[in-house]
Nanobody
C-alpha cells in the first residue's frame, strides 16, 4: 500500500515536499517513482529511484528543481520540489514495483499505485 501526503497550494517559486508512505515487503518496491497528471493531460513520469542500485531519473521539466529520495528504513519515498512553477500543478502519484527500474522504464507499468496528492502552484 502506498499513501501520498504533502501536497497543497503554493506560490510560484515556492517549495513542497511530497511523501509516500509504503507498507509491505521492501522487495515489492525495488523501483519507486513519482508521476503527475494535470487535467486534460497524459500522466507524466516525474522521477524514479531504483532502491537497489540507487539510480535516479528525472524528467527534463523538473531536472535541477526536484529531488527524489528514500529514507534509510526504506519505508518512505520523498519528492522535494523547489522553484515550483504553475505548470507543475497536477495530481502527484507514487508508484512501486518489485522489478528493477531498467525493466519498468520502457513501459512505466508499475504494479502498485497510491491515491495521489494534489499540488497547485499559482
Amino acid at each position: 500500500q502506498l499513501v501520498e501526503s504533502g501536497g497543497g497550494s503554493v506560490q510560484a517559486g515556492g517549495s513542497l515536499r511530497l511523501s509516500c508512505a509504503a507498507s509491505g515487503s521492501t522487495y515489492s518496491r525495488a523501483c519507486m517513482g513519482w508521476f503527475r497528471q494535470a487535467p486534460g493531460k497524459e500522466r507524466e513520469r516525474v522521477a524514479r529511484l531504483d532502491t537497489v542500485d540507487r539510480s535516479a531519473y528525472y524528467a527534463d521539466s523538473v531536472k535541477g528543481r526536484f529531488t527524489i529520495s528514500q529514507d534509510n528504513a526504506k519505508d518512505t519515498l520523498y519528492l522535494q520540489m523547489s522553484s515550483l512553477k504553475p505548470e507543475d500543478t497536477a495530481m502527484y502519484y507514487c508508484a512501486a514495483d518489485p522489478r528493477p527500474c531498467h525493466e519498468i522504464d520502457p513501459t512505466n507499468a508499475y504494479i502498485h499505485w497510491g491515491q495521489g496528492t494534489q499540488v497547485t502552484v499559482s
